[in-house]
């Protein structure tokens, strides 16, 4: 079965990885950070090792650096700038959503992957292209298949849009029980595994315009 996974260019991770392998692979971390109480993942400290996305990088080593009372510089020197107060405010509102989410997830679906540490996929259609768009804003969008599932969920994205815009927990267990909200579902999978990227002529577009290591 073919699905679509949208990747942001400038990301050096999965450039490197598409370039290097065609694949892309979830990391495990040590230690798992299903071992790990929500209040450290809140405070930290930092999980060592690398992460299988951005939302992760935010939420688990940039967010607690915001709540320990510190700032992030982002940049290259001499060109390094703060975050501003409206995009700190953002990735701490962004880090307490989802964990929301991931507390609620060890309860109601304790074998579904973290939104902390998974590949998210959408449906190889045109409402799944949307999907992405909607979602990660403009990304480059891969068509890929999986080549190792450890574990695969399918939820409505539109439970959490719902949450991020009224805090309800009622629409995180229905997220984690993979009910739709409507007639007309959002679905994305959420995959702990590998996927290879199945058209030659992507993997090269990678190569050529994507952020190298």
């Not at 996974?5 to 230690?31: A, K, M, R």
């Not at 307490?96 to 998210?120: G, H, K, Y």
């Not at 997220?175 to 959002?186: I, L």
Request: charged content about 25%; some cysteine; glycine content about 6%.
């Amino acid at each position: 079965m073919t699905f679509l996974h949208g990747i942001n260019l400038n990301d050096v991770y999965p450039c490197h990885n598409i370039s290097v392998s065609g694949q892309l692979f979830t990391v495990p971390q040590e230690p798992d950070l299903r071992s790990l109480s929500i209040e450290q993942l809140k405070y930290g400290p930092v999980l060592g090792g690398m992460y299988s996305s951005p939302r992760a990088v935010e939420c688990l080593i940039k967010a607690p650096i915001l709540r320990n009372g510190q700032h992030i510089r982002m940049g290259v020197p001499p060109n390094t700038y703060y975050l501003s107060a409206e995009d700190e405010a953002k990735l701490l509102k962004m880090s307490e959503v989802e964990l929301v989410f991931e507390d609620i997830r060890r309860t109601v679906a304790p074998q579904a992957p973290s939104r902390l540490n998974c590949l998210w996929l959408a449906e190889n259609n045109e409402h799944g292209r949307k999907h992405i768009n909607e979602m990660l804003g403009n990304v480059y969008i891969l068509s890929v298949e999986i080549a190792h599932e450890v574990n695969k969920c399918r939820v409505d994205t539109q439970w959490f849009d719902g949450y991020w815009k009224e805090p309800n927990l009622d629409y995180v267990e229905k997220y984690w029980k993979s009910e739709q909200a409507n007639a007309e579902p959002k679905w994305e999978y959420l995959l702990e595994g590998t996927i290879n990227i199945i058209d030659p002529r992507q993997i090269e577009y990678v190569k050529l315009y994507g952020a190298k290591s």
